[in-house]
């Protein structure tokens, strides 16, 4: 139990495209869902926090309008980052925590992103 | 001064040896506690969660948690190869209602055969 899976596992844009990453918990339903960053070597580094119907909670220094989240049920949420350019390559991880243990959270496999 | 602090390695024992991971953290607050351990290139992978004080087993690996020192460990016995990985350590306060976990740096460990 408590899978999350993430598509697409990598990607490769050119600069100035938007590029959509799909978050899903497969078997359990989420409260709230994660999105991380990673860079090589480093930790994890939340980027927002989101909630079904309800708008995304930012960290500092993260762009909303840069990195838009939508959390459309409470299985599904997606991260677009738009207008992408070659400093956004990274690595981004979604969590979710399930309904049933909200102090915990499950992560999916990441996306790794590339733009050229 | 970080929220957790962790020492992030990198860690390397010889196949079938007892490994010793630790976090401390400042906030004392913090209840419920957290190892992950992730692979080089995959998402972090949930391996102990344990509330509050205690010690918690689950096949060859037994989390500790002491609030009183605001320490926690992860203990991996007989050692395999394919724990090699970078585990980290994570808490929360549960008060706050966003589900937010403060992470360690992660401990490289490399378990050579």
């Known amino acids: 139990g408590a899978v999350v899976s993430q598509h697409p596992s990598r990607v490769i844009c050119k600069s100035g495209t938007s590029v959509k990453i799909e978050c899903r918990s497969l078997d359990f339903q989420a409260t709230t869902m994660f999105w991380y960053r990673q860079f090589p070597k480093q930790s994890l580094m939340l980027m927002a926090t989101s909630n079904e119907g309800s708008k995304a909670t930012y960290e500092q220094g993260v762009e909303k309008d840069k990195f838009l989240i939508n959390h459309a049920s409470l299985t599904l949420s997606t991260l677009t980052v738009t207008s992408a350019h070659p400093e956004d390559s990274s690595f981004y991880i979604c969590s979710a925590s399930p309904l049933r243990n909200q102090e915990t959270q499950y992560f999916g496999p990441g996306t790794r992103l590339l733009v050229l | 001064q970080k929220e957790v602090e962790q020492d992030p390695g990198p860690l390397s024992v010889p196949e079938g040896a007892i490994v010793s991971l630790n976090c401390t953290y400042s906030?004392?607050?913090?209840?419920?506690f957290m190892w992950y351990r992730q692979y080089s290139r995959k998402g972090p992978e949930l391996l102990m969660y344990t509330y509050s004080s205690g010690n918690k087993e689950d096949g060859r690996f037994t989390a500790q948690v002491d609030k009183s020192s605001k320490y926690i460990s992860l203990f991996i016995r007989d050692s395999q190869p394919s724990d090699s990985a970078t585990y980290l350590c994570a808490m929360s306060d549960g008060s706050s209602n966003t589900g937010k976990l403060i992470f360690g740096q992660g401990t490289t460990l490399q378990v050579k055969p």
């Open positions: 906030n004392s607050a913090f209840q419920y």
